[in-house]
């Protein structure tokens, strides 16, 4: 039979079609106009599985309200460093997001973001004390500034009657509010830059496609195998640079790569589902993100908050996530996908990993023999006066915790966004959870700083990025003057409160 295999040759090639493939795509499409890019996605749309708004917290993740970002030292002080990194970050990601509205590159802004308060919540006098002591550590930093800490229960009221609504008025509480947070619809800004992506010369996007094999050859190029789910024709594509961006998708073919970078390498699944409000009169009583501390032993995407969300248009109130277990590593995948990850190179490191997370273990068998009843409980610490009747469960997204490697260790469970790139800058995987999406551009830049590093020394290159990221090459944190204009500008252009 003759070979009817599509052969096509192209410089980059995106695997995975959510917000990390989106993101790199266009700013290389921006940098290098004439760039040829090939991007090949499972599923039949754009942002179906990580990126897409039910399954993630929708968060403008900025560390305003999340605790987990800001640990205490075992003196009692609090560590800042990732805080503010992730808010520099952030803002990084809003200057691209801005260039893109002013240049028309993607529709109006309100479609996929939105200013509401970023509150932290505790109760209990050790609780009360750490955040008291989180927000002195922050405010001090110009990124945090306009942070506001409150033990007054008319203030707490004014800003989440929801969550003070029939509480115990003797109990210690505290908050903390920003009042410039925003909730972004992540799956919707996904596909709102595909759709521009999918208009541009020496772009082409496969959606129903699935990488099956990747092979670097002797002159450095990949050649990667790929079947047509929804035809069975298979294709061969050859490249100079492949970057997959595929959530939990990225292991098994960080594992099909067979690159030394990868070794040792595991994951861990983790699950999630919601409490959702069904009922218009609460839903209107809550416009604010509420973060709270989170369970000993649990995973970060675990962090409780109840949250107000827009998603398709529409005010939705959630409340969780709570964690489960399943060994499929996408919402969409298999059950086989946690037992087919393991070999030789990573069974110690996760094993190693497993018996140093007892606690996790312990609570993810906890949140698995929940009841609903045990959710609805969970939920009354947040929202006192929640009725079972108003709330039904809704299945969120699934994140793989990346194990890795560990001399001293033998395998560690990390918790963050892990970039893999290999010596030859050819090949680059991201791996892991939180905060992802919000510093997906910080991240994009710091990978085509690895991978095409002669290009972006180029005068060419860093003026464009300039053009893109006004505050690229300088420090918001450190500056003041500057970080007030670009808040302004940014926010002015993305319609947000300044």
């Known amino acids: 039979m003759p070979d009817t295999t599509i052969r096509s040759n192209t410089e980059v090639v995106l695997i995975g079609a959510g917000i990390m493939s989106a993101t790199l795509g266009l700013i290389l499409k921006e940098l290098q106009p004439d760039i ?45 460093k990732k805080a503010i990194s992730i808010a520099e970050s952030f803002e990084v990601s809003r200057q691209f997001w801005a260039y893109l509205v002013e240049e028309n590159k993607v529709p109006s802004p309100e479609n996929f973001i939105k200013s509401i308060p970023h509150l932290s919540f505790v109760w209990g006098d050790k ?37 003070m609504e ?41 959606y129903h496609h699935e990488v099956q094999k990747l092979k670097q050859r002797d002159d450095k190029s990949w050649r990667i195998k790929i079947t047509d789910l929804a035809t069975g024709q298979k294709r061969k594509v050859y490249t100079k640079f492949v970057f997959i961006g595929a959530g939990g998708g990225s292991l098994p073919l960080l594992e099909k790569a067979d690159v030394p970078e990868g070794d040792g390498f595991g994951g861990f699944p983790v699950s999630g589902q919601w409490l959702k409000c069904t009922n218009p009169e609460v839903i209107a009583k809550h416009a604010a993100k509420v973060y709270g501390k989170a369970s000993v032993g649990a995973p970060p995407m675990s962090v409780p908050h109840i949250d107000s969300r827009m998603i398709n248009g529409e005010k939705q109130l959630l409340f969780g996530p709570f964690a489960g277990f399943s ?26 990993a497993g018996i140093k997370n007892i606690p996790l273990t312990k609570y993810l068998i906890q949140q698995v023999r929940q009841s609903t009843e045990d959710r609805i409980n969970a939920l009354r610490e947040y929202v006192p ?23 001293n260790e033998g395998g560690i469970l990390e918790f ?19 905060p992802g999406a919000s510093t997906a551009v910080s991240i994009m830049i710091d990978l085509i700083g690895r991978c095409f590093k002669e290009e972006l020394a180029s005068a060419e290159w860093q003026e464009k990025l300039k053009k893109m990221i006004p505050s690229y090459g300088q420090a918001l944190n450190e500056n003041p003057a500057l970080s007030d204009e670009i808040r302004k500008n940014t926010a002015a252009v993305l319609k947000l409160k300044n």
């Open 36 to 80: 040829k890019i090939e991007i090949f996605e499972r599923l039949d749309r754009a942002a179906a599985e990580s990126s897409d708004a039910w399954n993630n917290a929708g968060t403008g993740h900025s560390a305003f309200c999340e605790l987990n970002y800001t640990p205490e030292n075992e003196d009692g002080t609090i560590d800042p």
């Open 416 to 434: 963050g966004t892990e970039v893999i790139t290999t010596a030859d800058g050819s090949l680059s995987v991201l791996l892991g959870a939180s």
């Open 127 to 163: 609780n009360v004390e750490y955040l008291k002591k989180r927000f002195e550590a922050l405010q001090k930093n110009q990124l945090f500034k306009d942070m506001v800490f409150s033990t007054d229960l008319s203030q707490l009221k004014e800003w989440m009657p929801l969550v």
């Open 166 to 206: 029939g509480r115990d008025e003797s109990e210690k509480v505290a908050a903390t509010n920003m009042a410039i947070g925003t909730d972004v619809n992540f799956g919707e800004l996904t596909r709102s830059i595909f759709s521009y992506l999918g208009t541009l010369d020496g772009v082409t996007i496969h």
């Open 327 to 352: 060994t499929r590593f996408l919402k969409n995948g298999s059950y086989s996908d946690l037992p087919l990850s393991i070999t030789t190179d990573n069974i110690f490191p996760m094993l190693s």
């Open 385 to 407: 006066s929640a009725k079972s009747e108003d709330w039904v469960i809704e299945r969120a997204g699934q994140r793989v915790q990346v194990i890795k490697k560990d001399k």
